[in-house]
């Protein structure tokens, strides 16, 4: 079975500061990961993927995370951070070959707070 | 054009109510899921639907029943509405199992 864990429940931090957000997940098969994000009193949109190739992978909005195997992690980071930005992100993994439904395992959750 | 979208938005009932979630997916989706966001933001899976079949039941109690009529829509219906079954509900759906799912804005269930 797999699980996520996110790393940091809150991280607060000043507007155009970097940030990154923490993700370890543990599976005994080959995963997909994903990083959701939820903004307050709305639905989750899917922020980036990785499936398979490239390791780095990137959001139309400048968040990146990098698929590590080696330590089993998928970190979200940006460079420089909007007020826009603060939202609960959420990662998450499946099973890569479906065989658990396709069901997603989301990590606790890091709430991303941006001061000016 | 919304691509999954639930009704109602929000659902105020009381203890021991039977009560109704729908859920409509216009992306042509084979594969359609309710999750469960608690109090402290965690989410579940409860169900998932593959070209109508239930293909997961996570232990969800079985006064949730799921209906799912033809592919585009995954129906909740919960009996006896428990305390404990406050939450945020989504529906969600994807192009294929394991891939990315796409959510609907949920349905926060309140029971009193």
């Known amino acids: 079975a797999q699980s996520v864990t996110q790393l940091d429940s809150q991280v607060p931090v000043f507007e155009e500061a970097p940030v990154e957000l923490r993700c370890n997940y543990s599976?005994?098969?080959?995963?997909?990961l994903f990083w959701y994000v939820q903004y307050p009193n709305q639905g989750l949109q899917l922020l980036l993927k990785?499936?398979?190739?490239?390791?780095l992978v990137e959001s139309i909005n400048g968040f990146e995370a990098e698929f590590n195997k080696s330590q089993t992690s998928f970190h979200l980071r940006k460079p420089s951070v909007h007020i826009s930005d603060t939202a609960e992100y959420f990662c998450a993994v499946s099973e890569a070959l479906g065989n658990q439904g396709g069901k997603l395992i989301f990590g606790q959750g890091t709430e991303l707070s941006v001061k000016p | 054009d919304t691509a999954v979208s639930q009704t109602p938005k929000y659902l105020v009932t009381q203890m021991g109510n039977d009560k109704s979630i729908k859920c409509e997916q216009n992306?042509?989706?084979?594969?359609m899921y309710w999750y469960k966001q608690d109090s402290k933001k965690f989410l579940k899976i409860m169900f998932s639907?593959?070209?109508?079949?239930?293909?997961i039941n996570e232990t969800v109690p079985n006064r949730f029943s799921p209906k799912s009529p033809d592919k585009a829509h995954l129906n909740l219906h919960i009996n006896s509405l428990e305390l404990g079954d406050s939450a945020v509900y989504f529906c969600a759906s994807s192009p294929r199992v394991g891939s990315e799912a796409f959510f609907g804005q949920g349905t926060r269930l309140t029971v009193v």
């Open positions: 599976s005994s098969v080959s995963v997909y």
């Open positions: 992306l042509g989706h084979d594969t």
């Open positions: 639907y593959n070209n109508k079949e239930l293909i």
């Open positions: 990785y499936l398979s190739g490239s390791t």
